[in-house]
């Protein structure tokens, strides 16, 4: 697996990484799924390594990294299991909030402690009326002297239970039109008052990554936690789901990759009329278009992370992978269970967990019909 845009010391990053993963995560992992959720420990673990939020500057804990580290240990937590994705998200998409729009003080008082694992963060945008329709949020934030009191719900918010900080994307202006104008970003704490936890979500798949309905019912929320400026949230949204769903056709090749791998070591071990599953032909060519797929999924894909690491605008190519490759992983996921027989179907293959884990790729960050519309209007249709 070559990676254009990664250097020696980046290789290195990722043998250290693997390495702790080794110890901490993949012995484990199974129990995770199990209990359904991550131990709050692991998270104190990767943040003693280093390995949340390299990149944020070093004054405040950080390593000042480029985003190619992040790759590696999006990666490699994806090599564990697809329920590790919320470490991605609190990494690379809630904390570039903070460092790209939060005050200094904000940046001091957060940062620190996203950096170590003490705190957990979350993004709170889907509601139980609003998935992908944004600008329609019924979650108010009504400013009353040095408080916004909020009202609403938020529904599949990943890391919802562990979560100590939320950004909450709220109405602040229920009048103005058009109406993502009136869209804000509020950073909402553990503790504050009138903010609860409903439901830990139980889901098909991603077992161990805890997922949660939150409620807000007259919370208070100091003036100071505002985001930016008011009015600017969709403005922000939409910056950074370039990131966002680049994650997602990262996690879904290297799951793909792996699913792959694991498929052909089985078919070679596994005889059927006398000789192993790998040498019918059958074996062969579904082998053969899957690998081909997961290669030109990785070229696509090297080169546009490439692309964003230089700041060039890849909205359109990033929205071609995101779909693009859930799709492949989900297909593949299918055919590789199908190859496995009968055990493929069986707990005890991690086949059967990729199975479950990969279709919900093609639904969050933005579906892929979504995609497919953003895709058309950028090339003016």
Partial sequence: MEH????????????SLRKFLEKEAYPFYEEWEENRIIPRSFWEKMGEQGYLCPDIEEKYGGSETDWGYSVVINEELERVGTGLIGIALHND???????SFGTDEQKERWLPHCVNGKTITAIAMT??????????????????GDYYIVNG?????????????????CKTDTEIRPKHKGVS???IERGHPGFSRGRKLDKVGLHCQDTAELYFEDCKVPRENLLGEEGKGFLYLMEKLQQERLLVAIGAQVASEEMLQDTID???????????????????FKIAEMATDVEMGRAFLDRLIGEHMLGENVVTKVSMAKWKL?????????????????????????????????????IYAG?????????AKNLGL
Avoid: W
């Fill in 4 to 15: 254009p845009y990664l250097t020696g010391e980046h290789h290195q990053f990722r043998k």
């Fill in 93 to 99: 998409i809630v904390v570039p909030y903070l460092t």
């Fill in 127 to 144: 509601e139980p009326g609003t998935g992908s329709d944004l600008a329609n949020i019924k979650t108010t934030a009504r400013l009353e």
């Fill in 153 to 169: 719900a938020k529904t599949f918010i990943t890391n919802g239970i562990h979560a100590d900080l939320v950004i909450v994307a």
């Fill in 326 to 362: 859930t799709e492949i992983a989900r297909n593949i996921a299918t055919q590789c269970m199908q190859l496995h027989g009968g055990y493929g179907y069986m707990e005890e293959y991690k086949i059967a967990r990729r199975y479950r884990d990969i279709p919900v790729a093609s």
């Fill in 266 to 284: 089985y078919v070679k071990s596994r005889e059927a009329f006398g000789k192993p599953v790998s040498q019918f032909q059958n074996t062969q």
């Fill in 367 to 375: 579906t892929n019909d979504i995609m497919k519309t953003i895709i």
């Fill in 185 to 187: 970003l509020l950073v």
